[in-house]
């Protein structure tokens, strides 16, 4: 069975930062893309970054791009977010999901964590 | 970014009726879409992907159409479980983008 385990949210400052991990289990984490998704609360999905098999291309949304770099360890099976210059507008839950087809650069967010909470105040 | 515009935002309907969403994008994305479903406090739900395929386990009642930049996912005959939140998405072009969602409500 598919388990994704989010960690790392919490209550941060504008301007800091954050690292995100999302822990794998139950399919061969290496052929599969990554995503993280958002969502702001009461808002939608917003798709935010994804990330190859191999930690091949990694794409970001235009919100983020430039302050937030996802990575993976394929060794550990876990995926990471860093987030940097953090906005108020990056408060939200932040899913981490897996693709759904092995071997692509990225088709769909299939399997889905159960988020972790990012708030970003003062 | 191509921008996915969902209508309505929200609609009510009853159980037994047939209920539409569409969704339009900015600029053509072939048949590169996905319809995602989500439930208050739950994570979303794949239900179509590439305009029509239906996901496993996805009952028979949703279907996908269209192509371009216009699709719509049709539930048949709606039932007390598919009130929820309803997303496209679009994964022609990076950054992949979501519609912003229609809320189906009881009437």
């Known amino acids: 069975e598919v388990q994704l385990v989010e960690s790392g949210g919490g209550v941060v400052k504008p301007g800091g930062s954050l690292r995100l991990s999302c822990a794998a289990s139950?399919?061969?984490?290496?052929?599969?893309?990554m995503h993280w998704v958002r969502q702001r609360p009461g808002k939608g999905l917003e798709w935010v970054s994804l990330i190859g098999g191999g930690g091949s291309a990694p794409f970001y949304a235009d919100s983020v791009r430039g302050r937030f770099t996802i990575s993976r360890d394929n060794s550990k099976n876990f995926l990471f977010l860093q987030m940097n210059s953090l906005r108020s507008e990056d408060t939200g839950l932040y899913y981490c999901?897996?693709?759904?087809?092995?071997?692509?650069?990225?088709?769909?967010?299939?399997?889905w964590g159960q988020g972790t909470l990012v708030t970003v105040s003062s | 970014a191509i921008q996915m515009t969902q209508s309505p935002s929200s609609l009510s309907a009853s159980v037994g009726d047939r209920v539409t969403v569409t969704c339009r994008a900015s600029?053509?994305?072939?048949?590169?879409l996905g319809w995602y479903q989500q439930k208050p406090g739950k994570a979303p739900r794949l239900l179509i992907s590439a305009v029509s395929d239906l996901q496993t386990g996805v009952p028979s009642r949703f279907s996908g159409s269209g192509s371009g930049t216009d699709f719509t996912l049709t539930i048949s005959s709606l039932q007390p479980e598919d009130f929820a939140t309803y997303y496209c998405l679009q994964n022609y072009n990076y950054p992949w983008t979501f519609g912003q969602g229609t809320k189906v409500e009881v009437k």
């Open positions: 999901a897996k693709d759904i087809s092995p071997y692509n650069s990225g088709w769909y967010p299939h399997s």
């Open positions: 600029q053509g994305i072939r048949d590169n």
């Open positions: 139950g399919f061969t984490f290496d052929d599969y893309a």
